[in-house]
Nanobody
Framework: QVQLVESGGGLVQPGGSLRLTCAAPGFSLDYYAIGWFRQAPGKEREGVSC????????DYADSVKGRFTISRDNAKNTVYLQMNSMKPEDTAVYYCAANLMRSRCSGNIVNHEYAYWGQGTQVTVSR
């Protein structure tokens, strides 16, 4: 069973930074757009960002634009999410997943297009 692996979460103060990593042991991320999602307690999982396979084009939720940067290293089969200027409302479990319907981000980051969800990594922004 394919499952992506997220890492890099932790506790950070408001205004701080974290970098999350999404790896795929034994599975190639080639040809898949990859998305990052998050789920806060009591809330639905929401799309945060997407990176395309071929040209690395990206999409972001309005809530993270200008603060978060998604990137991928196809040679390392890895996707990253750099989070800067973090806010308490960024607190959530963060997941990465592969888009089974497209290799290029579409402008909408919707759950039902994605699969191979990992276990998630907890991010807490607090003093």
């Amino acid at each position: 069973q394919v499952q992506l692996v997220e890492s890099g979460g932790g506790l950070v103060q408001p205004g701080g930074s974290l970098r999350l990593t999404c790896a795929a042991p034994g599975f190639s991320l080639d040809y898949y757009a990859i998305g990052w999602f998050r789920q806060a307690p009591g809330k639905e999982r929401e799309g945060v960002s997407c990176v395309s396979y071929s040209d690395g084009s990206t999409d972001y939720a309005d809530s993270v634009k200008g603060r978060f940067t998604i990137s991928r290293d196809n040679a390392k089969n890895t996707v990253y999410l750099q989070m800067n200027s973090m806010k308490p409302e960024d607190t959530a479990v963060y997941y990465c997943a592969a888009n089974l319907m497209r290799s290029r981000c579409s402008g909408n980051i919707v759950n039902h297009e994605y699969a191979y969800w990992g276990q998630g990594t907890q991010v807490t922004v607090s003093r």
